[in-house]
């Protein structure tokens, strides 16, 4: 049974740059699309982006100047990094496994349970 | 403001059949599949159907996906009290990459 647990600080200030770890059990991160989401108080899901196994990233235009995804092979895991937060960034952030089927059309099939982060000094 | 546009709020009685629509445009929907995820009230996601109308081992069969042009439903049939929660339609868009509805509140009277 696939697993992924989030982990990281619940509280950052603004401007620093906000880190998250997504541990991955019962599946090796040599494979898959490797994504992050968040979701606002009270609001909708937003996607952050992903990062396939070769290292390769797709990420949201919006977020893009700011977020950086990586892969650790040795400890099964991958991270989050995004800088200069402010308020707005306040939100649950989730990881999940992405595939992509024979048509290339992408989904989300595990995800962890979330963490709350919450940016304020 | 959300790329793909869904109705907020539905709700139906238990046993009934209630339908989920989500609009999108020519660069999300219409040239890309769409998946539906379900999050129950303090839970993560849970990925619902995907690929339009496939569903991952474990989903009943009373929930079934379909999409035409640039719109895409979500349809529950025999509607039970765990079926309460938020429904998002979700697809990759063109120039957005991936992007998510709004979601819609179902409430099971």
């Known amino acids: 049974q696939v697993q992924l647990q989030e982990s990281g600080p619940g509280l950052v200030k603004p401007s620093e740059t906000l880190s998250l770890i997504c541990s991955v059990s019962g599946d090796s991160i040599s494979g898959s699309y490797w994504s992050w989401i968040r979701q606002p108080p009270g609001k909708g899901l937003e996607w952050i982006g992903y990062?396939?196994?070769?290292?390769?990233?797709t990420l949201n235009p919006s977020l893009r100047s700011r977020v950086t995804i990586s892969l650790d092979m040795s400890k099964n895991q991958f991270s989050l990094n995004l800088s200069s937060v402010t308020a707005a960034d306040t939100a649950v952030y989730y990881c999940?496994?992405?595939?992509?089927?024979?048509?290339?059309?992408?989904?989300?099939?595990?995800w962890g349970k979330g963490t709350t982060v919450t940016v304020s000094s | 403001q959300s790329v793909l546009t869904q109705t907020p709020s539905t709700s139906g009685a238990p046993g009934q059949r209630v339908t989920i629509s989500c609009s999108g445009s020519r660069s999300n929907i219409g040239r890309n599949t769409v998946n539906w995820y379900q999050q129950l009230p303090g839970m993560a996601p849970k990925l619902l159907i995907y690929?339009?109308?496939q569903r991952p081992s474990g989903v009943p069969d009373r929930f079934s996906g379909s999409k035409s042009g640039t719109s895409a439903s979500l349809a529950i049939s025999g509607l039970q009290s765990e079926d309460e929660a938020v429904y998002y339609c979700?697809?990759?868009?063109?120039?957005?990459?991936?992007?998510f509805g709004g979601g819609t509140r179902l409430t099971v009277l």
């Open positions: 690929s339009n109308n």
């Open positions: 990062m396939y196994y070769s290292g390769s990233t």
């Open positions: 999940a496994r992405g595939n992509m089927n024979r048509l290339s059309a992408y989904y989300m099939d595990v």
């Open positions: 979700a697809s990759w868009d063109d120039v957005l990459k991936e992007v």
